[in-house]
């Protein structure tokens, strides 16, 4: 009688306890998230609902061997522990689907980490240089659109032919910003 009272004591374990829940929790996981658009053939469902009952059904039988046969018993119990490890890889796929899905998303949207980075820095640059790209004055010497550069010796910007290397003119960018300025105030 003793035996029998020993192998019922699985029942109170917390591990047992807890592929319970396991059990219970897959069932309703499955039933809420698993659908047509993301398991077409119901196999996810099958495999984890499977897996759980597995992981608890097995734990189960292989306590109550424990009366008659070790090994039939270490056997079963191993089979629980795999059935529940490929439960957990069954989830963790799930969250990563979910977690590729939601970056992919975000990355439409706002772009790569490197483009948001020269967003910003473009927008910086602007700001700083009170002028922005497309609003400089012409070449004085073609009539082309400048851009705005900083001289490599002392980092001081000057508006720069888009023509550059073919043609060499510049404006002045002090000399030109209080001109405009004026031109403004004259309006
Ligand atoms: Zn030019």
Redesign the pocket.
Known sequence: MELFRKSAGYRFLDAFVLANVVELGTGHFCERFLELRNDPGGRTYAQMTHAARSGYRNFAEGSERLMTSYSTALELLDVARASLCELRDDYNKWLMDKYIKSVGEEFVEKGGFRERMSTVRGEARTQQDGVAEGEGPK??????P?RLRKTRKDNKPFWG????P????VVDFEKNRQQSTAADSNR
């Open positions: 070449c004085p010497q073609c009539g082309a400048t032919c888009t023509g550059y073919a043609c060499r003119g």
